[in-house]
Structure formats: structure tokens, C-alpha cells
């Protein structure tokens, strides 16, 4: 077999695995993970001591579920096994700088503390398994334009999860990810706060994907986003700051920027201190306007 006839054959044997790994859903992957460099189960419960079904002070709309350890570190790091990348990419700092931010955004995005909570409002993530306000549903959350994923009637779409998963297109887009199948979630989008490892891949699934005109908060955490002339004009750069901006861009970030972000930037720099390592640069988004803002 000569060297041109290898190369071909690497090339196609290459093709074909890439196209077959980018169809597998995520919930029969389990690759190995960086997290357990980071994190341990002791670390976990030292973090999250309030976390859902496990704090002191349940959360009265959910005192009938089963006291079960909802917001594992098992279920987080069966999760992040679907994801080979998610803090596993750049050196060390990289990595814990990844880790921290996304720790951060799912504590604002699920906590339960106030200024003078007990043990401090940082250790106050997770206490929430879906959104304030909708425990009866929220239907404002259906987006009948996106015709590739329509709502069903009766059902709600509101934020669940660790970064509170919302709308019925990203329902789709996450079910058809994790499941292989778009309707799974779009039929039953309760599944999300009834099984811990998928209500965790649903958090991780978002910061991993890329979702245009924004980039994924891992490619800007990571520095792998390059920003165009019209991102730097409007002082999106690489950063924290970038990573709010395409989660909360909207409602937190430039003219619209809310004094409650700073709890965002808050738990950032509660998790860079508790993992050792700098904020980096451009860590707010005061200065940002928001994505897709022609």
C-alpha cells in the first residue's frame, strides 16, 4: 500500500468517525474528565452546603419531593463526562478560570442567598431546581416563530436547571442533543428537573454551544473566540465579561446593565479565589453592548 493510498484511507477513516461521534447523544458518552482535577465530592458539599433538598432551608414550594441529593457531584461529573472538552482545554489557568465561570453562572443563576445568609451568600448555588415564578408554568416562555421547534400546548418552557434552560427551541435543540430525538423535551420538558445527570448536561450542553450571532461561553472563556472589528468596537473581548454578556447580554450587560450583576461578578471571583487563579481580563460587561444588536 503506497503513502498516498494511507493518507486517503486516514482521511476518510478520520471523516467517518468525526461524523459519527457528532451523531451520538451525549447521554451514551462517557469520556474521561478534567473536573475530578478540580473538584471532589468533599469540595462539592463544602461549596454547595445549600444546595437543593440538601440546605438547612428547603425551599417551600418543593418540601414534597423525596430529601434525595438532587445536585450531586456524582450527577455533575457523570455530566461532564458527555463533553470531552468542557475543562480540558489551555494549561491549568485556563482550565480553572473555565471551571470558575461556569460554577459562578450557575450559582447566580440558582441561588438562594441574600446579602447576610448564613455562611455567606456565595455558598448559596443550586438552591433552585427551575425558575422563581413558575411553578405553575410560565407559557410567555413559547416561541411559536421558530417553526422547526414548536411549542405543545400545555406546556411550559421556563427556566430549569443549573443555568436555567429556557425557551421551547433550546428545549429541542438540548433534547435532540442529549437524546438523539427533539420532541423527548418539546413533550415533556419537566424531564429536566427529574433526572440529576441530564438536568446537569442541560447547563453544560448550553455552555458548550455556540448559538450565532454569540459565540459558546466555553470558546470565551477559553480564548478561543476571536472577536471581529464590530466585537471590539462594541468592547466585547475575551472575558468574563463576554461569557455574561452571552448569557444575560440583554438584561445585564451595557446600557442595560444591572446593579445585580455584581453578584455575578461576585461568585466569579468567590470561585477564582477558592481554585487559586486571576479573574483575567475583561471580566465585566459594563462596558459591552450586547450581541446581535445591529
Not at 440546605?55 to 414550594?61: I, K, N, R, V, Y
Not at 478560570?97 to 460554577?103: D, G, I, S, T, V
Amino acid at each position: 500500500m503506497n503513502r498516498t493510498v494511507i493518507i486517503l484511507f486516514i482521511s476518510v477513516l478520520f471523516f467517518c468517525t468525526t461524523a459519527m461521534a457528532q451523531t451520538i447523544p451525549f447521554q451514551k458518552i462517557n469520556s474521561p474528565s478534567n473536573v475530578s482535577k478540580y473538584l471532589n465530592e468533599k469540595r462539592w458539599n463544602e461549596l454547595f452546603p445549600n444546595r437543593f433538598n440538601v440546605s438547612s432551608f428547603p425551599d417551600s414550594l418543593h418540601t414534597q419531593k423525596p430529601r434525595t441529593d438532587f445536585y450531586s457531584f456524582k450527577a455533575f461529573l457523570r455530566a461532564a463526562k458527555m463533553f470531552p472538552q468542557f475543562i480540558s482545554e489551555g494549561d491549568a489557568i485556563t482550565q480553572k478560570r473555565e471551571l470558575a465561570a461556569f460554577l459562578a453562572n450557575m450559582s447566580h443563576e440558582t441561588s438562594g442567598g441574600w446579602d447576610d445568609a448564613p455562611g455567606s451568600y456565595y455558598r448559596w448555588g443550586l438552591y433552585y431546581i427551575e425558575e422563581k415564578g413558575c411553578a405553575k408554568g410560565c407559557p410567555s416562555y413559547s416561541d411559536t416563530t421558530k417553526k422547526k421547534y414548536l411549542p405543545v400546548a400545555g406546556k411550559s418552557y421556563h427556566g430549569r436547571g443549573p443555568l436555567q434552560l429556557s425557551w421551547n427551541y433550546n428545549y429541542a435543540q438540548f433534547s435532540a442533543a442529549y437524546f438523539g430525538d427533539q420532541n423527548i423535551l418539546l413533550n415533556d420538558p419537566e424531564k429536566v428537573t427529574e433526572d440529576a445527570t441530564l438536568c446537569f448536561a442541560s447547563a453544560i450542553w448550553f455552555w458548550m454551544t455556540e448559538q450565532y450571532p454569540k459565540p459558546s461561553c466555553h470558546e470565551v472563556i477559553c480564548n478561543k473566540w476571536i472577536p471581529n472589528a464590530k466585537d471590539s468596537a462594541e468592547g466585547r473581548l475575551p472575558g468574563f465579561g463576554a461569557v455574561v454578556n452571552v448569557i444575560n447580554g440583554g438584561l445585564e450587560c451595557g446600557e442595560n446593565h444591572s446593579d445585580n450583576t455584581k453578584y455575578r461578578y461576585g461568585f466569579y471571583n468567590f470561585f477564582c479565589s477558592y481554585f487559586a487563579v486571576s479573574p483575567g481580563k475583561n471580566a465585566e460587561c459594563s462596558k459591552q453592548r450586547r450581541f446581535g444588536v445591529k
